[in-house]
């Protein structure tokens, strides 16, 4: 039987304000071990945002109300400083490094884009199901509230994880890398001759409730400075559950925050992810967060 606890959620309520933060699974269907949710901490980024958007299944387009700038200031703040110690490590002693960054800066390649694929020729959904053992009927947007449970899922993929590689790297050879280059070519006139990519993507699935990441640079986690991410949405995602949303800016210090939203198969997004913040809040949403796909790319 369904909890009748009310402070758990229900099919029936509203997507909004239902980050309470609570269990949001029925005791039935999922394990217990995906029950468990760590504590929210208000000193947490995510928590911070939920409280300041009370709890919304999406934020308000930028510029943010007072209050949700108040409370995502402090860790903005602490990420751009550690982005600049990154930078200050590489460029110190090297006029050259900061000279090809800032080319970098400069070129297509650090500007925010997006394309589509054919998700018949390239059928990363499918094939990620397929690793996780998620039967095709399923929605992915839906594993909270159906057994085996998130991690049983992810300890499967680490197990069976050859479907999605084959057509992750077919789909980053055939369409990322191809994209890569052409942006590459609007601004030189030599050929680039070698990409080195992830080999295996970071996959998210993030349930209601959950937090991903807060503000950060990825050159604060010791990556290339000149990496183009590439993030492929594997559920679609709208602006008014933007809460489950990674959020970025379109230049490095421009804080001009705006969520990745799309159509699977519409939506694969490249941007600057070493050099441009970007986070995520609180899931609270009713839906399992889009399940994405990472893929950094190199030159």
């Known amino acids: 039987m369904p909890s009748t606890d009310p402070s758990r959620r229900n099919d029936n309520e509203s997507a909004s304000n239902n980050c309470n933060h609570e269990d949001y699974a029925d005791n039935e269907t999922t394990s217990l071990t995906d029950q468990r949710q760590p504590p929210k901490k208000p000193q947490w980024f995510g928590s911070a945002v939920t409280d300041a958007n009370q709890g919304a299944a999406g934020l308000p387009p930028y510029p943010f109300p007072p209050p949700l700038q108040n409370a995502m200031a402090h860790h903005l703040e602490k990420a751009a400083t550690r982005r600049a110690q990154a930078l200050d490590a590489i460029t110190t002693d090297s006029t050259s490094s900061m000279m090809l960054i800032q080319d970098y800066l400069q070129s297509p390649l650090s500007k925010e884009g997006y394309f589509g694929f054919d998700t018949q020729e390239y059928p990363l959904r499918e094939a990620f199901q397929t690793a996780i053992g ?20 992810l300890q499967y993929l680490t197990r069976h994880y050859a479907p999605f590689q084959e ?98 198969g519409d939506m694969v997004k490249h941007f600057a992810g070493a050099l441009c913040a970007h986070w995520t809040t609180d899931n609270c949403t009713a839906n399992t967060r889009s399940v994405s796909s990472w893929g950094w790319s190199r030159w």
């Open 134 to 153: 998620l039967s095709p009927e399923l929605e992915l947007t839906s594993i909270h509230r159906q057994p085996p449970g998130k991690l049983h899922l």
């Open 167 to 264: 057509v992750y790297d077919e789909f980053v050879r055939r369409v990322c890398c191809p994209h890569l280059a052409a942006l590459y070519d609007q601004n030189n006139t030599t050929n680039l001759d070698v990409i080195y990519y992830q080999c295996f993507p970071c996959v998210r699935m993030i349930t209601p409730g959950e937090f991903s990441i807060g503000p950060h640079a990825d050159i604060s986690y010791g990556h290339h400075p000149m990496t183009t991410n590439f993030y492929v949405l594997l559920t679609d995602l709208v602006a008014n559950e933007s809460s489950a949303a990674l959020f970025l800016e379109s230049q490095m210090g421009a804080q001009d925050w705006h969520p990745i939203v799309g159509r699977y």
